[in-house]
């Protein structure tokens, strides 16, 4: 999977998803989650059949929209990079924590594991592992390259812009907005949406 970063702002757009309306009832209406848990270094949950319906905001699984935690959810395919585990690089757990980043993970339908790396308050990056990929705690983690401190995984990744994603960016996330200024929707005008036709391609029709 080619690398899907561009112009995309995870966090941002959450921090508006997170606020509508229609995205909280469709979080209260989500049925049992989450998953059973897998034996792994850092949280890592099952996809199952309750989180399809997160896929109306391009979402692979449902996140609380009331918690300060994660900055942004497991996007189906925006932002995402592809990464695969390595015996030869330093502990992805271990430059986590000295880099006071967390590591998140979600299994796949496929068997495809999502790795959700966070740091600060305005960073986030999806990794998607190939089917089968079980991280331990001397697992490294490789994205084109080998990473030798966690801020690596940032390297190359262009700043986030306001406003629109360039086309060929896949988002779930739009401005609908009159009377911007500088890129920025007015504070009256701006919502999230979703969008009927996100990319499905690395998401199986049911999960687990």
């Known amino acids: 999977m080619a690398r899907r970063v561009g112009t995309w702002d ?7 998803i ?22 792994a270094p850092f949280p890592l949950r099952l996809r199952t059949a309750a989180d399809i319906g997160a896929m109306r905001w391009g979402m ?4 609380d929209p009331y918690e300060t935690l994660p900055l942004a959810p497991f996007w189906a395919d925006a932002g995402v990079i592809a990464g695969r585990l390595t015996g030869d690089s330093p502990s992805l757990v271990r430059m986590a924590a000295e880099g006071r980043a967390t590591v998140s993970g979600l299994r ?11 740091q600060g ?17 001397g697992s490294g983690l490789m994205v084109g390259r080998d990473l030798a401190r966690i801020e690596d995984i940032w390297q190359g990744v262009p700043a986030p812009r306001p406003g629109r994603a360039r086309r060929g960016t896949s988002t ?17 005008s701006r919502r999230a949406c979703g969008t ?3 990319s499905r391609r690395n998401t199986p029709p049911t999960a687990g």
């Open 121 to 137: 308050d305005d960073r986030a990056v999806l990794v998607r592992l190939p089917p089968g990929a079980a991280p331990d705690e």
């Open 172 to 188: 779930s996330f739009c401005w609908r907005s009159k009377g911007t200024r500088g890129g920025f929707p007015g504070a009256a």
């Open 60 to 63: 692979l699984a449902w996140e």
């Open 108 to 118: 796949l339908g496929d068997g495809g594991l999502m790795l959700r790396i966070e």
């Open 18 to 39: 997170r606020t509508s309306r229609e995205y909280r009832d469709g979080y209260a209406r989500r049925g049992r989650l989450p998953g059973l848990p897998e034996r």
């Open 10 to 16: 995870a966090v941002r757009a959450w921090r508006y």
């Open 196 to 198: 009927r036709s996100g």
